[in-house]
């Protein structure tokens, strides 16, 4: 809601007349390399730049409220207080003197950066036109910056023969004169190798190098920020026999991290036997997938059509919004699906399991009721033979082994990643404690909620016991573990453990609201340690 008084009509129209010739310039704004598009645009004014209160402080999850004669903002305990014509502004416990006055432009009250950075806590990096600031704070990437893929491949033989088109925008805030691609197929089974046969840059041969898990092409010339360009790739991975993540056993071919891939950082995949060392950017696909006849492929995009041709069928799939990954399942499988609020839970089998169902559709259920909606159509399950897992998390999609049968537990916690991997990406190389924990604390909750307060207990007092003399920080690189259990511990206990810890001081309700805020702010995008503990603080200055 938005109450503007007659006074603050009758000054803008004065400052207005006044201000706007000087002030047109606008000035793009990124916050840690992420453009953020403000409306209205921040603008400049005698040499410095002011941005409008509302808009800029909306990206903290400050809502604004005009009102008679002062502004107002306020969020869960932070408080963002301005009385015009005076040169204080009121920052949770906080008064601060006001560097520059506030300018009121068309309704709408501008704060200069410069005393924002001061009380807000961030640095400020100003050239020309570009207003790049840099804090512990970075909200979601916007949607039309994601990358986009094509993807053509046929799979047969035990190898994937693909040619995907990369449409790539540059996020950041410096111009680029390469871009790195990971190339995770070895990273998650050290027996597959990703041959890269050539690189097109605008439709030009690119000079590239291509090493076991990574692809680094050259740009003929600077990507500048926002700048796109399109690059084409023609590639091919082997899927070795075993049951692996990507790998083959019998009639059944998982194929997950078989294709060159934009990933969050530039971080070289890195061999390990656990965990996930990958992280990706979510994005949008089309893929045209073509497999022997009789065969089905299981996605988590939405499936348009399929044609046979000959002895092959080429499945058509597409996602209508960002999705964090593209993995497959090939095979022949019975197929059961239930609707649950809008989405079809699709459960694939060889032998039917009641407790997938169960637990799939109660997790779904459960979550989007407190994460936030479930973008996409469907979400697939399938029973996989998958040696080392109980269970693996892709966007849209999850394996369920079939030799390491999950639990109700494994089955909730595998949705939730869902939430906490696929619309809310992170780190999982540098930072696996946030998705694992999470995944872990909601499949915490979901027991909670089956089986009441008592079972929570039961877990948060076992997880202490199994993270007993465990102080180390809890954000540490997956290749710095020294045993699977070390990590183990680190993610799944201790994660589910911070927010055990929040709980206590915030309360549930509050927590859960915190969790659904995250969600919203980073979704398509990814969280880190940093940013959690930042806004913790911000949300709740008191007890963090
Ligand atoms: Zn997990």
């Not at 008084?5 to 000054?11: D, G, K, M, T």
């Not at 207003?131 to 035990?158: C, F, H, N």
């Not at 694939?348 to 009721?369: C, N, P, R, S």
């Not at 206590?504 to 609201?513: C, E, P």
């Amino acid at each position: 809601m938005k109450r503007v008084s007659l006074f603050i009509i009758c000054l803008s129209i004065i400052l207005t007349l006044w201000a706007v010739p000087v002030c047109g310039d606008t000035v793009p704004l990124f916050f840690n390399d992420t453009l953020m598009d403000l409306n209205p645009p921040a603008v400049r004014h005698f040499g410095e730049v002011y941005v409008e209160a509302q808009s800029f402080l909306s990206l903290l999850g400050i809502s604004a409220e005009y009102q008679d004669s002062k502004v107002e903002y306020s969020e869960a305990n932070s408080r963002l207080y301005l009385s015009i014509g005076s040169d204080k502004l009121v920052f949770g416990d906080k008064v601060h003197r006001l560097w520059l006055e506030p300018l009121y432009l068309k309704d709408h009250i501008y704060i200069s950066i410069r005393d924002l950075a001061k009380i807000l806590d961030f640095s400020i990096f100003h050239k020309d036109h570009f207003l790049s600031l840099t804090s512990p704070y970075m909200g979601a990437p916007q949607k039309d910056l994601l990358p986009r893929y094509w993807i053509e491949a046929v799979y047969t033989g035990g190898k994937i023969y693909g040619n995907e088109i990369i449409d790539f925008t540059n996020d950041r805030n410096q111009g680029m004169r390469d871009i790195f691609l990971a190339l995770p197929a070895a990273a998650v089974n050290r027996e597959s190798k990703m041959k890269i046969h050539n690189v097109l840059v605008n439709g030009l041969p690119a000079v590239y190098e291509a090493k076991e898990t990574y692809l680094m092409i050259d740009l003929p010339f600077v990507l500048e920020p926002f700048d796109s360009c399109r690059v084409e790739i023609s590639f091919d991975t082997t899927v070795p026999e075993g049951a692996e993540r990507l790998g083959r056993s019998g009639k059944i071919s998982i194929l997950t991290c078989w294709y060159p891939v934009i990933p969050l950082k530039r971080i070289v995949p890195a061999h390990v036997s656990y965990g996930e060392p990958y992280s990706f950017k979510a994005a949008k696909y089309d893929l045209e997938f073509t497999v022997d006849v009789g065969l089905q492929v299981m996605t988590g995009l939405d499936r348009l059509e399929s044609l046979q041709d000959g002895t092959k069928t080429i499945h058509r799939f597409k996602s209508e919004g960002p999705i964090r990954d593209l993995s497959l399942v090939v095979g022949s499988f019975d197929i059961k699906k239930v609707e649950v609020e809008g989405v079809s839970l699709v459960y694939a089998f060889k032998d039917y399991d009641e407790e997938v169902i169960t637990h799939g559709a109660g997790a779904l259920k459960l979550f989007q009721k407190w994460w936030g909606e479930y973008p996409y159509t469907s979400l697939t399950l399938v029973d996989v033979p998958l040696k080392d897992y109980q269970g693996m998390e892709y966007g849209g999609l999850l394996l369920l082994s079939t030799i390491n049968r999950p639990s109700a537990f494994v089955i909730a916690h595998e949705v939730s990643h869902q939430w906490w991997y696929g619309l809310v990406g992170n780190n999982q190389d540098e930072e696996a404690w946030i998705d694992e924990g999470l995944a872990n604390y909601s499949a915490i909750l979901y027991f909670e909620e089956l089986m009441g307060k008592k079972q929570y207990d039961y877990f948060i007092k076992s997880y202490k016991k199994r993270s007993q003399g465990n102080s180390e920080p809890i954000k540490k690189a997956i290749v710095e573990f020294e045993t699977e259990t070390d990590y183990s511990i680190n993610a799944y206990i201790r994660g589910a453990l911070f927010w055990h810890d929040v709980r206590k001081k915030i309360g549930k309700g509050d927590l859960l609201n915190f969790l659904a805020y995250i969600q919203k702010l980073y979704r398509h995008g990814a969280v880190t340690t940093e940013e959690i503990k930042f806004l913790l603080k911000n949300f709740y200055p008191y007890k963090f």
